[in-house]
């Protein structure tokens, strides 16, 4: 039990930020989208928990556990939208303009989703998760638990009141809305009856109901405006529908989306800003300012900054995966930097610098190819040149000659959308803002640093080779090497290097000839 109640609250954080990370995909903005107000989202927490537990079992086989997770997931998604539109009267979700839905509550769409996520997680994430939370100390989780539940809870119960608030609003808005028809209704009989001594009690019926009107439009007014948490409520749920008073909840709607459109020209802003960085447009006679356009300076520094991206990343990533510790990857022998981001980059720049108006799935698409084609190309000519491996990936799945697969694929099209859509706007204005002075020099300064610092990591590890074939040293060049790269060193820059020998080359004098008759 223990162990399940840290996997609801670590799946429900991870739901609630794919929710998120959807959701900014999908809007070009932030929309808080769990159910509760702090950074959950349940029924993902509930999912993994109830899947997991019944079909570990099951584990070993992959379409009973696709099957299963299909089912449960589903299940589950039925019950809780049903539930919370019986008790709190308003539908949360709709799927019924999606194909093969049950009653809106559930599609098939989804329900794939769940199946492979289900097997997914029974299979990979929840042993490793088992495995993090067996490191907290017993008293220390037990404590921390004991927290969650009560925020949790407190946050369950703040929402139900607002959920509340909610429909008693709806109501408000209902019943101010009929007596304002009334009124208007009452006025236009006054009106038709046309006798001059009704016309006189017209005026007087005018003059009070001029002033019933103002005081119910104040109210009216007052009304609308949702609180916070009505506003979030209804971001994060875009198809909420009222089954009683769904005139009022759309009224509520376009007052929020009031908000939503100053978001929107913010966002208008920032894709305006996007592309000027690319079109790299400049007013008539004004100064060309620090790489400018497509050159070597602005893509060096581009350069730069991927190798630092790539050592922090890594670094983060060493932290998270058993054994948990601190280790120092890079690429070179002096600085924090790995090459292969820096270069992949570049890259994914230079590959992707015309498809910036493009669709995000086109340069998540893309950007995968690229990455991955990238990786894959580092590897071998790192064992072409070297006789050295820095990653092997032949116990993962759908990888390629273990230098690539579709997973690290994926992150590589996560990292490319990102940084096509986002970053490299940002990145390319922030280096135009270099001074001239001081970039020029700056730049051929840390180049040839780079290009000092890449020979004599190429040669460190070159050597290195040597020595696993006993080669012994025979000048000075060699000895320099190995006084000041020696293996203890390099196995610190490069813990997972190893040596596995150059690939086999088929020379084309080696090749057996050609049968013309096929």
């Given at each position: 039990m223990?162990?399940?109640?840290?996997c609801?609250?670590?799946?429900?954080?991870?739901?609630?930020?794919?929710e998120?990370?959807?959701?900014?995909?999908?809007?070009?903005?932030?929309?808080?989208?769990?159910?509760?107000?702090?950074?959950?989202?349940?029924?993902?927490?509930?999912g993994?928990?109830?899947?997991d537990?019944?079909?570990?079992p099951?584990?070993?086989?992959?379409?009973?556990?696709?099957?299963?997770?299909?089912?449960?997931?589903?299940?589950?998604?039925?019950?809780?939208?049903f539930?919370?539109?019986?008790?709190?009267?308003?539908?949360?979700?709709?799927?019924?303009?999606?194909?093969?839905?049950?009653?809106?509550?559930?599609c098939?769409?989804f329900?794939?989703?769940?199946?492979?996520?289900?097997?997914?997680?029974?299979?990979?994430?929840?042993?490793?998760?088992?495995?993090?939370?067996?490191?907290?100390?017993?008293?220390v989780?037990v404590?921390?638990?004991?927290v969650?539940?009560?925020?949790?809870?407190?946050?369950?119960?703040?929402?139900?009141?607002?959920?509340?608030?909610?429909?008693?609003?709806?109501?408000?808005?209902?019943?101010?809305?009929?007596?304002?028809?009334?009124?208007?209704?009452?006025?236009?009989?006054?009106?038709?009856?046309?006798?001059?001594?009704?016309?006189?009690k017209?005026k007087?019926?005018?003059?009070?109901w001029q002033?019933e009107?103002?005081?119910?439009?104040?109210?009216y007014?007052?009304?609308?405006?949702?609180?916070?948490?009505?506003?979030?409520?209804?971001?994060?749920?875009?198809?909420?529908?009222?089954?009683?008073?769904?005139?009022?909840?759309?009224?509520?709607?376009?007052?929020?989306?009031?908000?939503?459109?100053?978001?929107?020209?913010?966002?208008?802003?920032h894709?305006?800003?996007?592309?000027?960085?690319?079109?790299?447009?400049?007013?008539?006679?004004?100064e060309?300012?620090?790489?400018?356009?497509?050159?070597?300076?602005?893509?060096?520094?581009?350069?730069?900054?991927?190798?630092?991206?790539?050592?922090?990343?890594?670094?983060?990533?060493?932290?998270?995966?058993p054994?948990?510790?601190?280790e120092?990857?890079?690429?070179?022998?002096?600085?924090p930097?790995?090459?292969?981001?820096?270069?992949?980059?570049?890259?994914?720049t230079?590959?992707?610098?015309?498809?910036?108006?493009?669709?995000?799935?086109?340069?998540?698409?893309?950007?995968?190819?690229?990455?991955?084609?990238?990786?894959?190309?580092?590897?071998?000519?790192?064992?072409?040149?070297?006789g050295?491996?820095?990653?092997?990936?032949s116990?993962?799945?759908?990888?390629?000659?273990?230098?690539?697969?579709?997973?690290?694929?994926?992150?590589?099209?996560?990292?490319?959308?990102?940084?096509?859509?986002?970053?490299?706007?940002?990145?390319?204005?922030?280096?135009?803002?270099?001074?001239?002075?001081?970039?020029?020099?700056?730049?051929?300064?840390?180049?040839?640093?780079?290009?000092?610092?890449?020979?004599?990591?190429?040669?460190?590890?070159?050597?290195?080779?040597?020595?696993?074939?006993?080669?012994?040293?025979?000048?000075?060049?060699?000895?320099?090497?190995?006084?000041?790269?020696?293996?203890?060193?390099?196995?610190?820059?490069?813990?997972?290097?190893?040596?596995?020998?150059?690939?086999?080359?088929?020379?084309?004098?080696?090749?057996?000839?050609?049968?013309p008759?096929?």
């Open positions: 223990y162990t399940y109640v840290w609801f609250f670590i799946f429900a954080f991870l739901g609630w930020c794919s998120v990370a959807f959701a900014a995909v999908r809007d070009r903005h932030f929309v808080n989208r769990g159910f509760l107000n702090g950074p959950l989202c349940p029924i993902y927490g509930f993994v928990v109830l899947i537990f019944i079909m570990r099951f584990g070993g086989n992959l379409a009973a556990l696709l099957v299963g997770s299909m089912v449960l997931g589903s299940a589950l998604e039925w019950f809780a939208g539930v919370l539109e019986k008790v709190f009267r308003q539908k949360w979700w709709d799927y019924s303009n999606q194909p093969h839905n049950l009653n809106g509550y559930i098939l769409k329900s794939i989703v769940w199946a492979i996520a289900g097997a997914m997680v029974v299979r990979f994430v929840m042993p490793l998760t088992r495995y993090f939370v067996s490191l907290i100390p017993r008293t989780g404590v921390v638990l004991l969650l539940l009560g925020l949790a809870l407190a946050d369950f119960t703040v929402t139900v009141v607002a959920i509340i608030g909610l429909n008693r609003k709806l109501k408000n808005l209902e019943y101010v809305s009929s007596k304002i028809r009334a009124g208007s209704d009452k006025l236009g009989e006054g009106i038709s009856a046309g006798a001059i001594a009704v016309k006189e017209q007087e019926f005018e003059k009070e002033k009107a103002a005081r119910l439009k104040e109210k007014e007052q009304t609308l405006h949702a609180n916070k948490l009505h506003k979030r409520l209804l971001k994060a749920f875009p198809d909420l529908k009222s089954l009683k008073h769904n005139e009022q909840l759309e009224l509520l709607r376009q007052n929020v989306d009031v908000f939503r459109r100053r978001s929107g020209e913010l966002i208008r802003k894709n305006e800003a996007a592309v000027a960085a690319y079109e790299q447009r400049l007013p008539e006679g004004a060309k300012p620090f790489a400018y356009g497509m050159c070597y300076s602005k893509l060096f520094w581009i350069f730069m900054i991927g190798n630092l991206v790539g050592f922090v990343l890594e670094t983060l990533y060493a932290l998270a995966m054994p948990h510790k601190f120092l990857r890079v690429s070179v022998v002096f600085g930097f790995i090459l292969i981001y820096g270069f992949g980059a570049i890259a994914i230079l590959f992707l610098y015309k498809m910036y108006n493009q669709k995000d799935v086109l340069i998540f698409l893309a950007s995968m190819v690229i990455g991955g084609g990238f990786e894959y190309l580092c590897s071998f000519l790192q064992q072409v040149m070297f050295t491996v820095s990653w092997e990936y116990d993962s799945a759908l990888n390629i000659g273990g230098r690539t697969n579709l997973m690290y694929s994926f992150f590589w099209g996560i990292l490319g959308l990102i940084w096509v859509k986002d970053l490299y706007p940002i990145l390319s204005r922030t280096i135009q803002r270099i001074p001239k002075k001081v970039g020029r020099p700056l730049t051929i300064a840390v180049s040839l640093f780079m290009v000092a610092d890449m020979a004599l990591s190429a040669g460190a590890v070159y050597r290195q080779s040597e020595r696993v074939n006993n080669v012994p040293a025979s000048n000075v060049v060699q000895e320099f090497f190995d006084e000041y790269f020696p293996d203890e060193f390099l196995k610190i820059i490069y813990p997972h290097m190893q040596y596995v020998g150059k690939p086999e080359i088929v020379k084309p004098e080696n090749l057996p000839p050609l049968d008759m096929g």
